[in-house]
Structure formats: C-alpha cells, structure tokens
C-alpha cells in the first residue's frame, strides 16, 4: 500500500485554495458585472457540477495535470461570459435597446467564443492523440471542460438572462466604475512593436545563455534516483518527512535543489523516500553519503538515540532502511519526446485552423509565435531561477502539465483580439489597416483584463493556500497566464500586422 506524494495536508490546502480561489472569481464577477455577473456564478456552478458528473461518468482519474485542465476551463468558462456581456455593453453604449442589445450582443460574441474554444479543443485532440501518461490526462479533462463550459456559459447563461429580462424588464451588466472602464481606451500599441521586438529578443536571448549554461533542475521523474523505504518506531506524517529533509538537504551546496518524494509506504510508520541526489554516481561512498544525510535529517523523528549502523543494516526487520534500491526514470526518453511532438503537433494544427479561418496565415504565424515565446520563457525562467527562489523549481510532470495548459490560454486570447481585428476590416474596409488593428486591440482591452484577472485571481489563491508540493507548477502558470496576454498584444497581433502589412506593400508594388 502506498500513500500519495500529495500528503493528507497538501491535499486539504489544494482544496480550500481551490475553493477560495472559485469563491473569489464568483465574487469577481458578481460584482463588475452587477446582476448579470450573479447569473453567469449560476452558470459556472452548473458547469462545475456537469465537468466533474461528466469525469466520473467516464471514470476519469484526476492527477494533477488532470486539475490543471480543470482550472483552465474555469477560466475559459468566466472567458466566454466576460466576451458576451461587453459585447452587450458595446450594443447598449451604441443605443440600442435591451432585447436587441442582449440578442446582438450574444451573437456578434459567438465567432469570437467558438473560435477561441475550438483551437483550444484541436490542441487537447492532438495531445491526447500524440500524448501519453499525464499528458493525456490533462487532454482528456480540458476536452470535456470545454464542452461543458460552452453549453453553461452560451445555454444556461442566455436562458437566465432572458428570464429576468421577462419577469423584470431590466437587467444591469455593469456597475457605475466598471461601466465604461476601459471603454474609451485609444493606446497605439503597434507604434510600441519595434520595442516589444526587441525586449523579445532580449529575453530570449538570455534564457538560451542561462538553458546553456545552468540547464534545468529536472526531477527525479526524469532522471531516476535512490529509493528507500524507511522504518520508524511511531506513527509519522508524509509532510512532517519531507521538511525534516529539506532542512539538511538545503544545507549541502549541491544538494539544495535536488527533488525528493516522501509517501506513505504500508503501514504509518513506514515511509518510501526517492531522492535525486548523486543519481548519477552508482559508487558505495555516494551511496554511503545519501544515506548519511537522510540519517541526519530522520534521527530526530525516532524516540530513541538510533545509531547509523542500525539505521543503515537492511539485513534486520527492525526500524531503519528496509529497502534501498537505483530506479530509473518514470518518465522514460520516448514519454518525454512524446510530449515534445505533441506540443509541436498542436501549434502545427492551431495554425492551420487559423489560416483557415482567418483566411490569411500572416494570422496564424503571429499566434504561433507568441506561443511560441510563451513557452520558451517559462522554460528559460524554470532554468534562471532554480535554487534563487523560496519554492521548488523542477521539471517534472507538472511542469510539462503547466506548458500545455498555458498554450491552451494563450491561443484562447490571441483569437478573441484576431476576431475582433477580422470584424473590423469587414466593417471598416476603408481605414487603414493600422487603425483597424489599434482599434480592435483598444475595444477588447476589457475582456483581456477581466478574464487574465478572474484567472491570476484563482492562481495566486492557489499559489499562496494551496501548499508547497504544487507551488512551482502554479507559479509557471501565473508567469504564462501573464505573458500570454502582454504577448498577445505585442508579439502576436504586430507579427501578424507586419507581415501583412509587408504583404500589402508588394500587392501595390
């Protein structure tokens, strides 16, 4: 019988930041939008309850990865609402009355959500076709969230709506402050393009030297380790465990970034232990001095003065190490590229369905390569501050689980301001197209800040609530949520105007 790697603790910290962080994005919403806020709560609550009917009815096994699509649909979920209502907003601020605002409103919002939604759902497709292990898991739940969200946030939100709308006559989609909050936004964001390009390299430049030169703090998943079960002479706890180790691994230079598991092996008393450290040295002395340290960081935890020898001998079934055994990597080489091709596989995709679409690829290169950057960023943050920071950062399961949740987030927001700027030059075929595309940028500035806020809400309540085991996964979240906004903003849509720009130049050439 073994416990999980996510001790009782961390697993009541999970759910209570996951119920804060919900609670708050209710709240969020209920209170910028008014009473249509309120109703699109009502929705989302549905939508919980159908994601995880849906999950169980499918007998779905929840691993982390799994829970990161769950709370990237979330945000899609409070996405699809914050599009719909400031389209209503827009459709109010223009004149129009109520019913034909809110029927307006939901239907110049559907391109936008069904185009944002389905490139989300062709990344899950092929990652769960390319994909194996946790990155499956993670498809598997994005794919039905998506499903979910969209019949809760387009179905059950509207037929809520227009109940009120006919028993009261009036309906609020915003509150006096956030009626025109970045309403009469007039920035010229690609005038900044030249800028933007070269804090891109810059960045870039420097993850690549710290990847050289630092490479990355890959987890024991990757690279194997030593395993231990360990026997004590009383009952002990998972986390209490664990921090007994930090503390004497963080005192050994080389040590102080090296990942281990504790779980729960048998019976309370008995723990499995796999540490990273010396992996790679099979030698007796490096053995001899793992064993060393985790004797100095346990004997505490025994009630009686333990002796090394009697702690190391595995020859006597008494308290100590039982088992001591290498393993290998779970995540074997063919996982890990497995998981390579999937994430170039789905950017492949994102962009075809784009060029599709949008009828221009000029469209889909400049998605693809903010997300392109997004992920090369996080990977590069990952390798410049492992060791620098108060929480772990390791590549591992998660960290592969992270990526891919935040290309799924960020194409989701780089289509919305593409539908806009495609609605735009339809409308506005005479404007130049620098306008256009400054314009749409300025009209979605609300949703892009409404829907990266209800998200970095949920992850920063997490992140601070939700324990030490998953913090270096939600902090990869956090950092990609907010450099896939800003890159949609200043990598995607310049790229994408650039080169049609350069196109137009030699059409009239």
């Given amino acids: 019988v073994v416990g999980p790697s996510l001790g009782q603790e961390s697993i009541n910290a999970g759910i209570l930041s996951f119920v804060l962080a919900f609670v708050l994005v209710l709240l969020y919403m209920g209170l910028y939008y008014k009473t249509a806020g309120w109703l699109s709560d009502i929705a989302l609550l549905c939508n919980v309850f159908l994601l995880l009917g849906v999950l169980v009815s499918f007998g779905a096994v929840l691993t982390l990865p799994g829970i990161a699509g769950i709370v990237l649909t979330m945000g899609m979920a409070v996405d699809a609402n914050v599009i719909i209502y400031e389209r209503i907003k827009e459709e109010l601020r223009g004149g129009k009355g109520l019913s034909l605002a809110i029927k307006d409103g939901f239907s110049k919002a559907y391109s936008a959500i069904i185009d944002g939604n389905l490139t989300t759902i062709i990344t899950g497709i092929v ?24 019949f809760c946030s387009i179905f059950i939100t509207r037929l809520l709506i227009e109940g009120v709308v006919n028993k009261w006559g009036k309906i609020s989609f915003s509150r ?16 900044k393009s ?44 998972a986390e209490e465990v664990r921090m007994k180790l930090q503390e004497v691994f963080s005192g050994y230079e080389d040590a102080a970034n090296v990942s281990f598991e504790v779980k729960q092996y048998g019976n309370e008393n008995q723990m499995r232990i796999v540490t990273q450290y010396r992996y790679d040295d099979t030698s007796d002395e490096a053995t001899a001095e793992v064993e060393q340290i985790i004797f100095d960081a346990l004997k505490p935890l025994y009630s009686y003065d333990i002796s090394f020898e009697q702690f190391r001998n595995t020859q006597t079934d008494v308290n100590g190490i039982l088992t001591a055994d290498k393993i290998g990597p779970s995540i074997a080489k063919d996982m890990t590229w497995n998981a390579i091709y999937s994430v170039l596989f789905s950017l492949i995709a994102i962009g075809l369905y784009i060029t599709f679409r949008f009828k221009r690829w000029q469209w889909a290169s400049g998605a693809t390569a903010a997300l392109a950057f997004n992920a090369l960023l996080i990977i590069g943050i990952f390798s410049m501050f492992y060791g620098l920071l108060p929480f772990n950062l390791e590549v591992n399961q998660a960290f592969i689980a992270a990526i891919l949740t935040i290309i799924g987030y960020a194409i ?24 256009n595309v400054n314009n749409a940028i300025n009209s979605t500035l609300s949703r892009t800040i409404n829907t990266s806020g209800t998200t970095l809400v949920t992850l920063l309540a997490i992140f601070f609530f939700g324990g030490e085991t998953i913090r270096g996964f939600i902090f990869a979240l956090t950092v990609g949520v907010i450099v896939g906004t ?12 650039d080169l049609m720009a350069k196109r137009a130049k030699i059409d009239k050439e």
């Fill in 486 to 497: 800003v890159a949609t903003i200043f990598i995607a849509t310049p790229v994408a105007y």
């Fill in 194 to 237: 030249k800028i933007s390009y070269i804090v891109m390299i810059v960045v870039l430049a420097v993850s690549c030297v710290s990847f050289a030169v630092r490479g990355l703090n890959m987890g024991a998943e990757f690279t194997g380790g030593r395993a231990y079960v360990i026997r004590f002479d009383r009952p002990v706890q």
């Fill in 176 to 191: 006096k402050w956030s009626e025109n909050l970045m309403g009469n936004a007039h920035f010229d964001f690609l005038g």
């Fill in 127 to 150: 990652l769960f076709i390319f994909g194996n292990g946790p990155v499956q898991g993670f498809a598997t739940t994005l794919i039905i969230g998506i499903l979910t969200s969209l």
């Fill in 412 to 435: 989701n927001d780089t289509v919305v301001v593409f539908d806009r700027i495609r609605e735009y030059l339809g409308l506005y075929p005479k404007r130049n197209l620098k306008d």
